[in-house]
Antibody, heavy 122, light 107 residues
Framework: EVQLVESGGGLVQPGGSLRVSCAASGFALSTYWMNWVRQAPGKGLEWVANIKPDGSEKHYVDSVKGRFTISRDNAKNSLFLQMNSLRAEDTAVYYC???????????????WGRGTLVTVSS | EIVLTQSPATLSLSPGERATLSCRASRSVASYLAWYQQKPGQAPRLLIYDASNRATGIPARFSGSGSGTDFTFTISSLEPEDFAVYYCLQRSDWPITFGQGTRLDIK
């Protein structure tokens, strides 16, 4: 079955660190751009970061630049998000999402995991 | 940053009725716009990409139109399972941005 499964969420204090993971199965992660998207409780969706198939290019939303690092291990079919200097406003469900080119020039998130909840609170 | 503004925020309709949702971009995104459906406790699901193309397995009652800055998403005849939150997404420029969502409620 083609799927993404996130793990590693939990409760962390403000200023702390956490690493969340995403395990891919049923397809080769190495051929896709991959993304992290988050959703604060009761709020909308916010794209956080993405990474090129070979890991050579990464992009981040301004609010996490310098604090979060996206990485991947294609040999283990896994995606990661290292989150440092966490703030209360980083509290959210973190989804990993696969990017696919569905049309010329058109890249979209076509496969999502079920998410992992990160709570930043003292 | 391209801001996507969805309207209305909430839409209350009955099964069998037609739903029309709007997404307006702060500057042109050409046709690089998608629509997603999200139900409580679930991940979003891709419905429409490139403004008007249905994703694999999506029923024909779902459709999208528009280009540039104004986009419309339509459900021709609402089924009970269609009541959810709908988001638009642009892939024209960095950062990737979503609209704030339209909640489609049962009337």
């Amino acid at each position: 079955e083609v799927q993404l499964v996130e793990s590693g969420g939990g409760l962390v204090q403000p200023g702390g660190s956490l690493r969340v993971s995403c395990a891919a199965s049923g397809f080769a992660l190495s051929t896709y751009w991959m993304n992290w998207v988050r959703q604060a409780p009761g709020k909308g969706l916010e794209w956080v970061a993405n990474i090129k198939p070979d890991g050579s290019e990464k992009h981040y939303v301004d609010s996490v630049k310098g604090r979060f690092t996206i990485s991947r291990d294609n040999a283990k079919n896994s995606l990661f998000l290292q989150m440092n200097s966490l703030r209360a406003e980083d509290t959210a469900v973190y989804y990993c999402a696969r990017d696919d080119q569905l049309a010329p020039g058109g890249w979209y998130f076509d496969l999502w995991g079920r998410g992992t909840l990160v709570t930043v609170s003292s | 940053e391209i801001v996507l503004t969805q309207s209305p925020a909430t839409l209350s309709l009955s099964p069998g009725e037609r739903a029309t949702l709007s997404c307006r971009a702060s500057r042109s995104v050409a046709s690089y716009l998608a629509w997603y459906q999200q139900k409580p406790g679930q991940a979003p699901r891709l419905l429409i990409y490139d403004a008007s193309n249905r994703a694999t397995g999506i029923p024909a009652r779902f459709s999208g139109s528009g280009s540039g800055t104004d986009f419309t998403f339509t459900i021709s005849s609402l089924e009970p399972e269609d009541f959810a939150v709908y988001y638009c997404l642009q892939r024209s420029d960095w950062p990737i941005t979503f609209g704030q969502g339209t909640r489609l409620d049962i009337k």
